[in-house]
């Protein structure tokens, strides 16, 4: 059973909450119409949920997270949007409580790269999807980031990062896998692509730098690089030191790259 990597500290929420439909889910979008019920699995704090909600009402979604606890922040997204057309429950991807042809659509952002087995969470996925129905996942690939001024400390970043990840029982570089896995899950109606995030502005590097220079000292994964021996505390600190000086230049730029895959089920 994998660990997820990141917790749930402010600064992780802080970049979930910026995830929205458009900026996400894009390549999903042109399947998603009013009467077509949707399985968000991994729905963090709802911000992509919620989008969601409001595309195809008055049918329903059904967000799905591991805990009490996670869910709690999607109902708290859902409430503040006054939508009524969400519906929330706790489970596991790799054993999920409905019937067979549940769902129009069952999608997940960024949950493949933090399983154990994401080959079989696809195989649960498919069989909860309607005859006709898709299957969406979108995941980084972190090996794929890139940046300018390359900072040997971001190297050291990503190198500790994936290590972290792996340690946990994930694969960070699960973008280039969607393809492979949903062959292996026995998928064959399917279409890859990627899309990326970039951050070039002064506002998109503040708020991403920022965000990342906390991240690398509060969140779960700082906990374990410390706790395993990965980093030490110091190490986080020229790290977090690091991410300041990248979203300080007027030059920084950088670009995460993220697979994409739809099956038809």
Known sequence: MATYTHGHHESVLRSHRWRTAENSAEYLLPHLSSGVTVLDI????GTITGDFASLVTPARVTALEVTED???LARA???GRGLTNVDFTVGDVHRLDFPDDTFD???AHQVLQHLGDPVAALREMRRVTRP???IAVRDSDYAAFAWY???PELDEWLALYERVARGNGGEPDAGRHL???ARAAGLTDVSASSSTWCFATAADREWWGGMWADRILKSDMAATAERTGAATRDDLMRLSQAWRRWSADPD???SLLHGELIARV
């Open 105 to 107: 659509v069952v999608h």
């Open 149 to 151: 001024p390359r900072l």
């Open 132 to 134: 006709g129905g898709l």
């Open 179 to 181: 393809l492979a896995w």
């Open 70 to 72: 996670a869910l709690d």
């Open 77 to 79: 997204e859902i409430a």
């Open 42 to 45: 991994g729905c963090g704090p």
């Open 252 to 254: 920084g730029w950088m």
